[in-house]
Every structure is written in C-alpha cells, then in structure tokens.
C-alpha cells in the first residue's frame, strides 16, 4: 500500500475541484471545495483544496494518512503570478509532492494528454496557448483593459460603446441596442454610471443577448458576434502559425462563437482527449521531482 | 457705482481662472484660483472660485463689497452631473447672481458668442457639444471607458493593446511597440501590472510618442492616428448632421489631429471669437435671473 496516488485539482475563483487516480489510472474518487483562485488568502486556498481532496479520499475509503503517498497537480488561474504562486508554496502541505501551473497548461495536458497542440479559452476572459516541442506559447489573455479579445466581457463593453453611438446618433440604432438603451431607462448617465462599477464579469453578462440577436440578423448583434470571432480567430490563427496541429476550445463562448470561425479553422478544432483536472492528474504524474514544494514550469 | 459686472469662470481640475468684465465688456481684471472640479469637497471648490475672483477684483480696484454686483457664470466639468452641482449649490456665494453649466457650453458659448456651431474637446478625454436653433447635443465624452473615442487615452490603450499583440506574434512588431516594449523592460507582465494602476492620463502620455512614429511613418503609429482621427471624424459629422454650421476644436491632440481628418471636415473649421472664460462672461450675462443660486441649463 505505499504505491503513489494521484490527484488532480482545479483552482477556480468560486470552487475547487479535486479526482483521485491510482497509477493505472482508475477513478479513485472525487472532491469539491471552495475558492482556491491562488491571489486570495492562501490558508483560505489550503482549505478548499484539503477539503476537496479530503472528500475525494473518504470516496475512495481512504484515511488522512493516506495524503502522504498522494502526488498532487494543480491547475490555477493567475498561477503565471509568481508572487500568488510563493505565497501559496510559503504553507506546509501533507502530500507527497504538489505541482501547481496556469489553468490554461492543465487544460492542455488533459485536451492534448501532453502532445503537441493548442488550447483557447473564450469565456468572461479569453486566452490561447499552445505546446510544440515542449515549446510553451501563451497567446492573449493579458486582461480585460488591454486583451481578451473575443471574450464576453469585451463584447459586453464593444456593446454598450455602441449602445452610447446609437443613442448620440453617430450610428443606426437597432432593436439590441434599444434593448439596452431601456435596460437603462433610456438615460445614458445611467449607463455610465452602471459602467463606473462594472467588472468583466457585469460587461460578460451581456453576451447572451448579444448572441441572440445576432441569430435573429439584428445588424449591431452581428457587427459584434463577427468582431468577436475574427478577434478569436486572429488568436486561433497565430497558435496554428506556430506549429500547433490542433485546438481544444474551452469556456462558455467557445461553442456559441465556433460557427463563426472561418471553416479553415473550424476544421482543426477537436474534442479534448481528457478534461483539465484529468490535466492536473497528468501533471502530477509527470513531475519529476517527488519533493515537497515544488512548483515546475514557472 | 451700481451697475452689474461680470465675472466668467472656467473651473478646471487643477485649477479656477476668473475674468472681470463691465457691462460693455471692458476688460477689468484677471484671476486665478486652486482646484474646482465641482465633484470635489464644494467648500473647497468654492475657495478657489473666491480666490481667482478677488484677485480679479482686486486687480480691477474693486473692493469686497463690490461681490454684491457682480454676477458671475461658471463652465465646469462635470457639470452635467446633477448632483455635483446641487452639492455646489447647497453653499451660500456672495454674487448677485452664479449660474454654472458645463466646460462644454462655456466653451461653445465663447467660440460662436451664442450662435449656432459645435466644438470638438480632444485632450485626455474627447467631447463633442454643439448647439443649433437653442437645441443642445452631446456627441461622445461619457468616458474612456465605453466613449472618448479618438481622445489621449484611447489612443494610449489601443497601443499598449496592439503592443501585447506585437509581443504575441499577432501582428508584425514596429519600432514604435518595441520602443513602448522596451520601456516595460520587454515583460508583458511588467506592462500588465502597470496597466492594472493606470489611469485615463497615463494611457493619454502615450499619444504624442504616438504621432511622433506616426510621423516616422511606423506603421502601427499612422494606424493609431489614423484611427484616431477617424472617431474624432465620426463625432464632427454628426455634430455638423444636426445643422453645425461650423466647428471649433480644443485640446492638447486637437490640433496634431486635425491634417489627419478628411479635407472637408478640416474646411469647417474656424477659429473660436473668443475662449471658454469669455463664454462663462456671456452665460453671466445672458442669464436671465438676477437671484442666488440659479443653475439654468441643467
């Protein structure tokens, strides 16, 4: 019974998700916990992952002492942070080993299962990354204020700027931006008040109806799903340019927007192989190191 | 000695400029004061309206008492925000009368001395105003984040956009995103943080790097300051669509835009007959209300 187990753990901003695997690679158990988005309070971040992996273990009738032949990989927004990254690694953990990297290579690892290819996410954010001859490009993703092409948060902005062109009347307006212009009382202070306090996650909230429109030929609704695909596509394209022979698409905009992708690069989008936590399991396999602490790839 | 006087104020973020005229419009005094952006605490805005008018006052020969015949008009930005003014107004002023409206509205008021006509703000922010047959309009200027187009700011975020996309092999590197790159030690995640502290002028304090290249013929800077220049159009035209007979600009980028706009818009504009704070004369004037504590326009 001293054989290593292996668990993999999805960081996310509101849970944790944690699978055990045995070295053959059979499901052992699964777990969840809460926040473990690696820039909050890292006591707070070890809370939701042992709970996770704590529930995963009791699942696969395994005891807490058991934790000490567990290799744990974990997948992570904001673990391209170094300083989020020491700051979690500073706290003692009870594995055997523990691995942590961006979401984003997780997600790879379990599309690609380690081989060559691309990724793009396309949700509240957007990012691209690929891996060619262990070759690590990443591809946007730099934030809401300058990037995230393609990404609901930025269609929501482009759609309320528009929004602000109909009603000053340097555009056509159009049932959407009616839509939203009555959304807020037909007074743009109250739109720009709105803005003052918005967040990428307020502006992705408008996608949806975005989307919608653009399905009923709403010309503003198809002016900006068509921005938005070309924006992914231009990120798709650059992946590709740099050897990737496929993509994986992740995130709640990456279907929706998908028909909208030129057919060339429909094309070379497939089905993941594997899911990220799968991803993270891969990672904890493959570390090299069976040390405390460590954190590859950073 | 009972006749009125009036005083034109143009109050300003970082500073309050006051000037004292005679009913015929002879100039008797000049002023200046601290900060009066109206958001700010009204007790210390009111100090600074106070300070640049006893100075002008007191320039004139004028004395304390003569408060009590003056009436004064103010263009301000943030004005059109309700409730800035009424914060404004809660305190008791020693005028014959006060009348305050936008930065805007003084502007055009002094460019076209009341008649119809339109100006375009181009600076950190942008802005256009115009005024026809008594009708006012407002195209642009709800803020960098959803409007502003063609202003400091925005054309500041568009280059740190497409540096990242130079970075990312998006688009093909210039010496302009090298130079920008260059100055973020070639780390995006150095550009990143920065970004995530920067404020509409800070991204503004790009431009005129921007229109430097851009004069290079560097194909990113002509891009920006073509597409710059091409918003800045969008605003005059549907100022000069409501019935504008003509357009005067103002701002920092207003006159490095301006051979970059089509030749007939260019041919429209003119020359202002006199500036904001002569504008902010002719609202004392024009006012219609001798009381305290009148807001009209608003």
Redesign the interface.
């Known amino acids: 019974m001293s054989e290593f187990l292996f668990l993999g753990i999805d960081g996310g901003g509101t849970k944790c998700r944690a699978r055990l695997r045995d070295a053959e690679g059979n499901l052992l158990g699964e777990g969840a916990g809460g926040p473990s988005n690696i820039r909050l309070d890292p006591d707070l971040v070890w809370t939701s992952i042992l709970t996770a992996c704590r529930e995963a273990l009791s699942q696969a009738g395994l005891q807490e002492n058991d934790l000490g032949r567990v290799r744990a990989g974990m997948g992570a927004a904001g673990a391209?942070?170094r300083s989020a990254v020491a700051r979690l690694l500073s706290r003692q953990h009870p594995f055997a080993s523990f691995v942590i990297d961006t979401d984003a290579h997780t997600a790879w690892l379990g599309a690609f299962e380690g081989g060559d290819g691309a990724i793009l996410i396309v949700g509240t954010g957007s990012c691209g990354y690929g891996v060619v001859d262990g070759q690590r490009r990443?591809?946007?993703g730099?934030?809401f204020?300058?990037?995230d092409e393609g990404s609901g948060a930025a269609i929501g902005?482009d759609l309320?700027?528009r929004v602000?062109w109909a009603y000053?009347?340097?555009i056509p307006a159009t049932p959407l931006s009616n839509a939203v212009l009555g959304d807020f009382s037909n007074d743009?202070?109250v739109?720009?008040d709105w803005?003052?306090k918005?967040r990428p996650s307020d502006y992705a909230r408008y996608a949806p109806l975005v989307l919608e429109h653009a399905h009923q030929r709403d010309p503003l609704g198809l002016e900006l799903v068509r921005h938005a695909a070309d924006e992914m596509a231009?990120?798709a394209m650059?992946l590709l340019?740099?050897g990737a022979p496929a993509l994986c698409t992740f995130g709640g905009l990456a279907e929706p927007l998908r028909p909208w992708l030129p057919p060339p690069l429909q094309q070379l989008i497939v089905p993941p192989r594997a899911d990220a936590i799968d991803g993270a399991v891969l990672l904890a396999k493959t570390s090299q190191s069976g040390g405390r602490n460590d954190c590859t790839g950073l």
Do not use: F, N, T
Request: charged share 30%; net charge neutral; aromatic share 6%.
């Open positions: 391209g942070q990443y591809v946007g730099w934030g204020e300058i990037s902005r309320l700027r602000i000053d009347g340097r743009p202070e739109l720009v803005v003052g918005a231009q990120i650059r340019d740099l």
